[in-house]
């Protein structure tokens, strides 16, 4: 980076700057990694010299903002500005790339997946022995994106048409509940929308990860759907699919599944209770396999180890921040960072952009309502309870298993799963299904019993409940489509929340997924 460290050296950094950002007509601007693109046109930014400080102020639909920029670099095509807040804030890193490079890259995604959608197309349709009508991509994530599922449609002779759909991009079992909702949306559409096709059957074809992982989420669709689809492994290279045979849901029920840790006493460390006293309400502690992460609200700030017979703390804020070693010096800091996070991470917070407030939201809810889950249902013990908890460690494949959001126990006896969303996610329904499969084979296993993970409580033999819980304007619009392509054995219930639910969780309806 090229410092500015005099008003000589600013003033010519100026008009460097001024004149590279005038050789573009339009600059995608993005704010560090993670944030939205703002289109700048020429008339849209102006850089400043004011106060010995170079200023870089950018207008659009929100207004005016302006940075102070500290130091600057070029990569390739590439403007990057280490930059702050005019008026204070955390420092960031300022992306400026020229728009035309940025749609030339997209469209070069987009022949490389259309091309590889053609590859799909020509190598099912010489497997089915069925002529190709159509192979074209889904729609992306966002207008002009380049979708990731390919899609086909073939016909052998006068019945009806076969539907196929593969992924155009590399996919593991991480995709198996998107790229199956992706599927099953599109088979609703060509059954019921403009244009209507009878379809005779639906094939996911999927390299071996992928396919295994869709061998495991086909048994808790309906009948119906069941019938119709078919599981092809697809290896790279090949030019032949392999057809996968796909379980009963009892089958995949009494598999044998890995047992769980039997629940011991837990006393947190010292270290960790000084530092919970500080803020009871907000903090919580959860134990890790090397010691305990602390939390507020739900976000990670600091760590507790043992080392060499001593406890240490490490603390900070973001994954890719560097962990500070609690010690007499770095102490301020660390007391600095409580303050900004009493500051900032609360429900009537002044600023709703900062960081610190919009970070981990679904970490957030978690921890609301791990304090008090009789929220989401009043018949619900209030302990114990198990956050993230591992049905399993891991899944098709050798892959990974995302963990359940709360597992809790009526006392009823009927096990819940618990999943949490705070924004759209078409994928819900399918998850949920998929978290109530995991915990129901442990539970036919008898290994949730044994690990006494609910004390001396008595766990019916009822299968568990599934909630499904999300503010009320963030269910996804295609929730109630996909929920319906659930088995009917699988009892699940939508929990619409109030959108203020940092103020307070408290459920706005409440019914049962039919």
Known sequence: MHRLADAEGVEGARRLLDGLLGARAVWLLRVGREGSALELRRDEWELRVAGGALLLYCRGEAGVRAWRIAAWRVEGQTLLLEARGHTGGGRALLRLVP????ASAREAVADARRAECRRLGALVSGFAGARLEQARLSAG????????????????????RLAATAPAVPAGAEAAESFLSSALLWLSRLEEGRGRAE????????PPALAAALRERVPLLRASLQALISVYE???????????????????????APRLARTRPYAPSPLAEAVVARAPAEIDIVRARHGETLRYLGLPFARVRRL????????????????TLFDEESAPDFFKLLAELSAHRRADAPDRR??????????????????????????????????????????????AVRPVDLLALRRDGRLVVVELKVSEDAALALQGADY?????????????????????????????????????????????ALARCVSGEIEMYRIDLNEDWRAGVRVARLGRVV
């Open 354 to 399: 900062h960081a610190l407030y919009r970070a981990a939201p679904e970490a957030w809810l978690e921890s609301l309502l791990r304090h008090d889950v009789t929220r989401l249902d009043p018949g619900l013990r209030l302990a114990p309870l198990h956050a993230q908890f591992r049905a399993s460690r891991a899944g098709a494949a050798g892959a």
């Open 199 to 206: 379809v005779g059957g639906l094939w996911l074809v999927a």
């Open 308 to 323: 060499a017979g001593r406890e240490h703390l490490w603390f900070g804020v973001g994954a890719g921040r560097t962990r």
């Open 234 to 256: 697809l290896h790279e290279g090949a030019d032949a699919l392999t057809p996968l045979r796909t379980p009963t849901l009892d089958e995949l029920l009494n598999a044998p």
């Open 141 to 160: 994530a966002r207008r002009g994106e380049p979708g990731r599922w390919a899609r086909m449609l073939l016909r052998r002779g006068a019945g009806p």
């Open 99 to 102: 728009r035309a490079l940025v």
């Open 436 to 480: 109530w499969r995991r915990v129901a084979a442990q539970q036919r296993a008898g290994h949730i019993a044994r690990s006494r993970l609910f004390g001396d409580a008595e766990i019916s033999e009822e299968p568990p409940l599934v909630y499904l819980a999300a503010p009320l304007l963030r269910f996804h619009r295609a929730f109630p």
